[in-house]
């Protein structure tokens, strides 16, 4: 019985502490549908946190390609893109790195904030952060 109660105990616990961090997978949802369209991992290498796409909900874009990305990134498959690079950990935000919006090839400077355990909040702008767009994460199951 003790066993049982002590792996429980270690189940909440590592759950608690997951939920209380940005890394994991997200859903992103399509801001003028609201539905999720894809699935992004965040993950850390080296102190700090990039994201990847690693699911495509629509089945007709699950092959399509980044044609409007500049550079390294020019007709890349959208499936397995970094699009959140090399953010460090200030205080409660994530900053000083960069997102990619593979709709239109564009590299915004962004943070990320964790707003509740299972909501994230993505910041990108140009120039000043009060100059941007703002969109929300919810995490996956």
Known sequence: MKKIILTLFIITISVSVNAQTIFGTWHSKNEDTGKVDSVVEVYEHNGKAFAKIIEIKNPDRKNAV???????????????????????????????????DPRNGKIYKCYIKLEGANKLKIRGYIGFALIGKTAYWERAE
Do not use: A
């Open 66 to 100: 980044c044609d409007l990305c500049d550079g390294k990134n020019k007709n890349k498959p959208i499936l397995g893109l970094n699009i959140l690079t090399g953010l460090q950990k200030d205080g409660e935000e994530w900053s000083g790195g960069q997102i990619l």
